[in-house]
C-alpha cells in the first residue's frame, strides 16, 4: 500500500513540508529565547547536546533494523530535531544558520563530485576502484578545508566519539586497502587464540595494567575477525545485548510469577530458566507470551 502522503499532489506536499519545517525551526526558537524559553533549552550547546545526537542516531539505526517504520519516521524527526537545535545555537552565535545546513548546493555538489559515474562519464570495474575514489575525494575536501594532517595518513580523519568497535573496523579496513592485511581469515583466528592465551597469562600474573592492554587487543582481533566475515561487529554487539535482555526478562518474569526474587535462586535454576528461554524462542515462541501470541524474537543467532 502506498505511504502516508504518497497520493498527495507534490506542490501541497512541499508547502506542507516548508511549513512543518517553520514551525519547528519557530518552537526552537521559542524555547532558546533567553527570557521566556525553557531554562534546559537555554542551557545547552554544540557540546552538551553531543550524547543526545548520538542517542538519537542510534535509535534511528535500531527502528530501522527492527523493521519498525512507524518507530523509524519519528525517531528520524527526534534526529532532526537534534540538527534544528545545533542550527539554532549557531545561529545565535552568528555562525550559520538551519538554512545553511540544508542548502542544496552543499549537499548536492558533494553529492555529484564523489559520484561521477552516476553523473558524469566515469567508469569503475570494480567496487574497490569506486570505494577508493569516494575516499580520496573525501581527502581532497579535507586538504581544501585545510584539515589535512601535517603528515598524510591512509588511516584519514575517523570521528572520535564513534563506537570503539567501529572505529577498530574503519581502521583496519582502510589498512588493508593499502596491503596490511591478512590474505584469509585463518591467521585471524590465530591471532584472536594468541592474544585469549596472553589475557589469560595477564590474569593469571594479576597484571592489572597488561590485562586491561591485553583485553584491548583482543577485541580489537574481534573486530577485525568481523571485517574479514563481512559483517558489522557493532551491529552484531547490539543484537547480542537485545538477546541477553531478552532472556533475563524472561528470567525476571518466571521468578516473578513464583513471587520469589533473584537472590532467592542458585545460579543453575537461573540457568534452568536461561535455557528454557533459548528453547522457546527456538520453538519460535515469545519466553513471557501466552500461547498463540505472535513471536517479536530475533531469531539470527540462537547460540548463548
Not at 33 to 58: R, V
Not at 99 to 122: Q, S
Amino acid at each position: 500500500m502506498p505511504g502516508p502522503g504518497r497520493n498527495t499532489p507534490v506542490k501541497r506536499r512541499k508547502t506542507i513540508t516548508m511549513e512543518n519545517t517553520r514551525r519547528l525551526l519557530e518552537i526552537m526558537a521559542q524555547l532558546r529565547h533567553p527570557e521566556t524559553g525553557c531554562p534546559w533549552d537555554i542551557q545547552q550547546d554544540f557540546a552538551s547536546l553531543i550524547p543526545y545526537t548520538i542517542e538519537e542516531a542510534y535509535e534511528v539505526a535500531e527502528a530501522a533494523e527492527r523493521g519498525d517504520i512507524d518507530d523509524l519516521r519519528e525517531e528520524l524527526g527526534d534526529l532532526l530535531l537534534q540538527v534544528v537545535f545545533h542550527s539554532r545555537i549557531a545561529e545565535e552565535r552568528g555562525d550559520f544558520d538551519f538554512e545553511a545546513v540544508a542548502e542544496a548546493e552543499a549537499i548536492t555538489g558533494k553529492l555529484v563530485r564523489r559520484h561521477p559515474h552516476v553523473f558524469g562519464d566515469a567508469r569503475f570495474a570494480t567496487d574497490e576502484e569506486r570505494h577508493r575514489f569516494w575516499e580520496d575525494s573525501k581527502q581532497i575536501e579535507r586538504q581544501e578545508k585545510g584539515k589535512a594532517e601535517s603528515v598524510e595518513s591512509v588511516l584519514g580523519q575517523i570521528p572520535r566519539d564513534l563506537p570503539a568497535l567501529m572505529t577498530a573496523q574503519k581502521l583496519q579496513k582502510r589498512a588493508a586497502r593499502h596491503g596490511f592485511d591478512w590474505p584469509d581469515i585463518e591467521p585471524v583466528f590465530d591471532k584472536l587464540h594468541e592474544e585469549l592465551d596472553e589475557l589469560k597469562a595477564a590474569c593469571k600474573a594479576n597484571d592489572e595494567p597488561n590485562i586491561r592492554e591485553e583485553l584491548g587487543d583482543l577485541l580489537f582481533v574481534i573486530a577485525n575477525l568481523a571485517r574479514h566475515l563481512e559483517v558489522d561487529a557493532e551491529a552484531c554487539l547490539r543484537a547480542g545485548n537485545v538477546k541477553f535482555t531478552r532472556r533475563f526478562h524472561h528470567i525476571e518474569q518466571r521468578i516473578a510469577e513464583r513471587g520469589s526474587s533473584l537472590t532467592d535462586h542458585t545460579l543453575a535454576e537461573l540457568d534452568a530458566y536461561w535455557d528454557e528461554a533459548k528453547w522457546l524462542e527456538k520453538a519460535n515462541k515469545e519466553p513471557w507470551s501466552s500461547p498463540g501470541e505472535p513471536s517479536r524474537l530475533d531469531h539470527t543467532d540462537e547460540s548463548r
